[in-house]
């Protein structure tokens, strides 16, 4: 929100800010309600976690790391995160390697599926390649946030003292999300679970995956996994929206914005979320247009600096 109320005005870093908002806030709920979903497959049997109580379970725990602060949540971060990190490459990679043989039919399938005429005649061409182009940029904006400019909130909070090492930083971890997405898509091909009308579109296909090849130890893995993940990612966003809520708000009544965004983890958790993620399409959009807006006023101006003259440069 700074440098856009620098680089463009006041009032378009108010409406990234309440944008920026709307999205941590649903984000939340929607990552909620796939962590309760995985708690709640019927690859546990008997172990299931009705979604109430995972749903009271997650809030409480997002409200007491949230409550610590920055530091809190990073040192929670930075030991457990890289954990999941690894198990899961790990495991994705063993299956993949175990089924070599059919990456080079699952990758003409990919390119295949994606520029065939025949996919693209179920509606009008143009029609086709436009919904095949909005699904994957935001689908792909939503698994790795490039471009909206919400990685720059906490890494600009980073106690370094090389901005640059920080802000390379930021950029890799892009396509580390990137990898464990593809890697997750990899694995439901090469076994086939995409093809199962009984699982879920999500994680549970990524679950009946490893439990083929690692029993109720992979089920397990990605039990463990997934709530790194989705607890990690609920507090980013927890964070990001209450940097953005204390930007409009003058760093007042921000206890509100505690109550809201952790009730909004709870009802994510037990509500259906389908409306949730079209809503997030929408405010992404609204969201990237003013931050591209302000990069590209920012290369201007470090290109031809006679062309874009301000009082408060960044």
């Known amino acids: 929100m700074q440098y856009i109320e620098a680089l463009v005005s006041p009032g378009v870093a108010k409406w990234y800010a309440m944008c920026c908002l709307l999205l941590m806030i649903t984000w939340s709920g929607a990552q909620a309600n796939q962590l309760a979903a995985i708690l709640n497959s019927p690859l546990l049997g008997e172990y299931r976690i009705p979604t109430l109580f995972s749903g009271l379970f997650i809030t409480s725990f997002i409200l007491v790391i949230f409550l610590g602060g920055i530091k809190r949540i990073g040192a929670f ?6 954990v999941m990190f690894i198990l ?4 994705s990679l063993l299956i993949l390697g175990f089924n070599r043989e059919k990456l080079g039919s699952i990758f003409h399938d990919m390119f295949q599926s994606a520029f ?3 996919a693209m005649a179920s509606g009008t061409l143009v029609g086709g390649i436009v919904s095949t182009l909005r699904w994957g940029i935001f689908k792909g904006t939503q698994a790795c946030e490039a471009g909206i ?3 720059a909130i906490p890494h600009s909070m980073a106690e370094t003292n090389n901005p640059e090492t920080q802000g390379a930083l930021a950029m890799l971890s892009t396509y580390t999300a990137g990898i464990l997405a593809f890697l997750s898509g990899c694995v439901t091909l090469v076994t086939q679970t ?3 009308p009984e699982l879920p579109l999500g994680i549970s296909m990524v679950a009946a995956s490893f439990e083929m090849y690692f029993s109720s130890f992979g089920v397990a893995i990605i039990i463990f996994c997934t709530f790194l993940f989705g607890i990690g990612t609920i507090l980013g966003n927890n964070y990001n929206g209450g940097q953005c809520f204390a930007y409009l708000m003058d760093n007042k009544k921000n206890r509100y914005y505690v109550v809201v965004a952790t009730a909004m983890v709870f009802v994510g958790a037990v509500a259906e979320v389908r409306m949730l993620w079209s809503l997030m399409d929408l405010i992404l959009a609204s969201m990237a247009v003013p931050h591209m807006a302000a990069l590209l006023r920012q290369v201007l101006r470090k290109a031809s600096p006679v062309l874009i003259e301000s009082k408060n440069p960044v």
Do not use: D, E, H, R
């Open 194 to 196: 995409w093809q199962n």
């Open 149 to 151: 400019g919400t990685q």
């Open 77 to 82: 971060s930075a030991k457990l995160i890289p």
């Open 88 to 91: 899961y490459i790990g495991a």
């Open 116 to 118: 065939s005429p025949v």
